[in-house]
């Protein structure tokens, strides 16, 4: 909404997990935050909105974390969810499961959704073919520079040392790692499954990429706590591969 130039159609924001862009963050600044994290129904309700859009459905499904959208169709207020959660299943009060990879035509087709809701879809079309620029030229720069790369996408976890919420083949990360023609080493189809180091270690990732994140409501949300954990698991790692000669996988258990 911010890059369709609509800050001042905002009633409110929250569910923050990083900053926007630099050159968003002027126009961001307008726009009040109702809550860094999950906002509660009455907060919501409170800014009058005329219309509501969320990311994910498990904020105002059967089982909303905000509300439903029944409560808030009682009020006359119409709720759009994003089309890249729409294909996600199961996912009313979870992450949910993806049958089939996010594809870039999803978060195109929320743009011109968005762009014709609110009336400027000259604006809609102009951002969509900035974006297909970009994702052509950044296709051409490295597309299949990574095929012998194998990664792990580090989200977050609720103790660091325990299980990590790691990204599944089929979302965002998926799409990345095909972009890079590298492989997932987590081929789950859940969006976020939760997944022991063990079983991460066992698969022996060339590369953890650690997810930055500015909310706190996890033990692992700040990626220095990351990558510290990570620099102690690999200095142990490398100490057992010292000891088992010819072994190329993590052997301690976190």
């Known amino acids: 909404m911010l890059m369709l130039g609509l800050a001042d159609r905002m009633a409110g924001s929250a569910i923050w997990v990083s900053p926007v862009l630099p050159e968003l963050a002027a126009d961001n600044a307008k726009v009040s935050r109702i809550a860094n994290n999950q906002p509660n129904f009455e907060a919501v309700v409170n800014r009058t909105p005329d219309f509501i859009a969320v990311q994910f459905l498990t904020s105002i499904g059967p089982k909303g974390r905000v509300g439903t959208r029944q409560q808030f169709a009682d009020l006359g207020v119409p709720v759009y969810v994003s089309p890249t959660d729409c294909a996600v299943a199961d996912n009313s009060r979870s992450d949910g499961s993806r049958k089939q990879m996010l594809t870039m035509d999803q978060l195109y087709q929320e743009v011109d959704e968005l762009s014709r809701i609110f009336d400027v879809v000259d604006r809609g079309q102009a951002l969509i073919a900035q974006l297909k620029t970009r994702e052509e030229a950044v296709n051409r720069r490295i597309a299949g520079k990574a095929k012998d790369v194998s990664l792990v996408y580090w989200f977050s976890s609720t103790d660091v040392a325990g299980d990590a919420w ?14 890079l023609g ?40 700040d990626p220095l706590v990351k990558k510290n954990f990570s620099r102690r698991t690999r200095s142990s790692a490398n100490w057992m591969r010292s000891r088992k000669a010819g072994s190329s996988r993590w052997t301690r258990r976190p």
């Open 166 to 179: 790691v990204a599944g083949r089929n979302g965002a990360s998926g799409y990345i790692t095909k972009v």
């Open 182 to 221: 590298a492989k997932n080493v987590i081929e789950s189809e859940q969006e976020w499954p939760l997944v022991g180091w063990e079983a991460i270690a066992s698969s022996d990732p060339s590369v953890i990429v650690i997810g930055t994140m500015d909310r706190r409501t996890q033990g692992a949300d």
